[in-house]
């Protein structure tokens, strides 16, 4: 029976809808199914237009928004997290295979689903090896930087479409040179039909569920006529277009849209093109999980709900390779999505498998019906989405709070708007960890004294402490390893040159977590120097699994001093051991 129990726990863990699956109720489909409505009714105008946004045609967008979907029902964790193509892997995909085939070619789609591909293995391998702790290198200050200038990279370059002119660049300067040079050939009624939507669409957001509540319509529905804002701006936009020919009058649209399910396709096999696509294909995984995990950890936390991330990078993957063999591109956990899919009461993943089915229903039916949707309504509804992800905010608070996040974050945004997506996530990614290695290899480091009437020991600099001349404490608040073992070592040594009247150094390890081997040498080091200046070394507070490893050493059988299990008991006896006619003459002959 307990092994019968333990292989269900394991099967229950590796596919999760094992798990919630039990307890699905008529309830909890009914909660499921509204919110499901409400997500395809978003998510068909965005997967086109996210389509459009990766220069694939727009039934791909289609065809990354069904089997992705059921894929992470099976297999992710949280029960909120809507996946499917969203604007910023749209812009990655653009730029990796833009770099290999030229758009609208059956190169450019084959790179596009060996991409969709290849990262669905780096994230299957990752979850398998547990390696989502990976994604906290990258801080969350330059991911908000580099999904910033990401929406403005968007929205600038889907203003050719709002304009209906041709231009083109891979950054910012490009984009903008190239929209003033086209401004005199614009298109006025595609500026009337791309600026007109860009204006409803902004207005919905804000303005048409109090209108509509004003009218006495009840919350629910108002709330999904207001999520079907976009479908309005498609459905209206593309009537006026086939009713008065404006195609013919230089609005371009979408044209026919192939009918039927996704087909299944074998991703091509070329090691030159793998190549090419695997850093592409390894920092969209990356961008593409922190985002993820990030909507799915604070939603689940509004209802007590957790999520596994190294789980969720098997889910992921899953859903990217499912997106590949039925002729789509890289998805990820959206954020827009994933709120609406929340606030409509999803309560499991089974919301998205029926959201899936709602666009496979679209994908047989609906796209005779989007012949003469004009390309200007998918980039207007592209720009709007977009633009709320643009925080620049973001530069305000990271300059009061911490410059050296100022610099990261400031160095992503120029970067990526200057030299294009790639080399912005590139840098956010090398600046994350020059970061951390930056603030770890120069740790706090205080000196500290007994809080008087206390046994709490604090920062000589910032409190009114007792101090005793022949005794130095000092605190170090960071694990201690490679990159800022010698600081250490620096910073005792400097103090204690010069201090004749000093015995005894306590090093206080309350926040040590970890000491590694390069560390242990600089305290063995720091331990011989002392050693020779007649000062002996002590430790204190030092942590469990620390103490471990230095009793796996021949550290504490050189220590001249001892490990005291608290820094008032360390001190108490240190004091008392430098009053004694032995070492206070030692002391003397010293000096």
Not at 125 to 148: C, D, E, K, Q
Not at 230 to 251: K, S
Not at 472 to 500: H, K, M, P, Q
Not at 527 to 556: A, C, T, Y
Request: hydrophobic content about 55%.
């Amino acid at each position: 029976m307990s092994q019968r129990a333990s292989l269900s726990s394991r099967l229950g863990r590796a596919m999760p809808i094992l798990d919630w699956g039990r307890s699905y109720t008529r309830d909890t489909l009914t909660s499921d199914m509204v919110a499901a409505v409400i997500v395809t009714i978003m998510l068909i105008p965005q997967s086109l237009a996210y389509a459009l946004l990766a220069g694939l045609p727009p039934e791909m967008g289609l065809y990354a928004s069904i089997l992705p979907l059921m894929a992470y029902a099976i297999f992710g964790t949280s029960r909120a997290l809507s996946v499917g193509p969203v604007a910023v892997a749209s812009l990655m995909t653009a730029a990796a295979v833009g770099n290999l085939a030229l758009q609208g070619t059956a190169e450019y789609i084959a790179a596009a689903i060996v991409l969709a591909f290849l990262s669905g293995l780096i994230l299957l391998v990752m979850g398998v090896l547990r390696l989502g702790f990976l994604a906290n290198f990258l801080s969350h200050p330059v991911i908000a930087g580099f999904i910033t200038a990401s929406g403005i990279l968007i929205a600038a370059s889907q203003m050719k479409h709002i304009l209906g002119v041709q231009a083109s660049g891979h950054n910012l300067i490009e984009i903008l040179h190239a929209l003033v040079i086209q401004i005199p050939n614009f298109s006025l009624w595609t500026l009337l039909i791309g600026g007109g939507s860009m204006a409803f669409l902004f207005w919905v957001r804000k303005g048409l569920k109090p209108a509509l509540l004003s009218l006495g319509l009840a919350p629910r529905l108002a709330d999904i006529l207001a999520k079907a804002g976009p479908v309005a701006a498609v459905a209206v936009t593309t009537g006026v277009v086939a009713l008065f020919g404006l195609n013919e009058a230089g609005v371009a649209i979408v044209g026919e849209v192939p009918s039927g399910l996704p087909p299944l396709t074998v991703p091509q096999f070329d090691a030159d093109v793998w190549s090419s696509l695997f850093v592409s294909a390894l920092l969209i995984s990356v961008i593409g999980f922190v985002e993820s995990v990030s909507v799915a950890q604070t939603l689940a936390a509004k209802r007590r709900q957790r999520i596994v991330p190294d789980q969720e990078l098997i889910g992921l993957g899953a859903s990217n390779i499912a997106s590949a063999i039925s002729g789509g591109y890289p998805v990820t956990g959206g954020f827009s999505r994933s709120v609406v899919n929340f606030d409509a009461g999803a309560e499991t993943p089974a919301a998205g498998a029926f959201t899936a089915i709602g666009i496979a229903v679209a994908a047989l039916f609906l796209t005779p019906l989007i012949f003469f949707l004009p390309k200007a309504t998918l980039a207007a509804t592209i720009v709007v989405a977009v633009l709320s992800l643009v925080d620049l905010s973001i530069l305000k608070r990271t300059w009061i709070y911490s410059r050296a996040d100022f610099t990261a974050v400031a160095a992503t945004i120029v970067l990526t708007l200057g030299f294009g997506v790639e080399i912005g996530v590139l840098t956010g990614v090398i600046l994350s960890i020059a970061l951390h290695l930056y603030k770890t290899s120069r740790p706090h480091i205080a000196e500290v004294g007994l809080v008087p009437g206390t046994e709490h020991f604090r920062n000589i600099l910032r409190h009114k402490v007792l101090t005793d001349p022949r005794v130095l404490t000092i605190r170090i608040d960071e694990s201690l390893y490679f990159a800022n073992a010698r600081y250490l070592e620096d910073y005792v040594l400097d103090r204690v040159v010069g201090d004749n009247a000093l015995r005894h150094v306590i090093i206080m390890c309350s926040a040590v977590n970890e000491i590694d081997m390069s560390a242990l040498e600089s305290l063995e080091a720091i331990n011989h120097r002392l050693d020779s200046m007649g000062i002996r070394l002590h430790l204190s507070e030092v942590k469990g699994p620390v103490m471990d490893r230095l009793q796996r050493s021949d550290f504490l059988e050189d220590l001249t001093g001892k490990v005291f299990l608290s820094q008032h008991g360390a001190v108490e006896e240190v004091v008392a051991l430098c009053d004694t006619p032995t070492e206070a003459a030692q002391a003397t002959a010293a000096q």
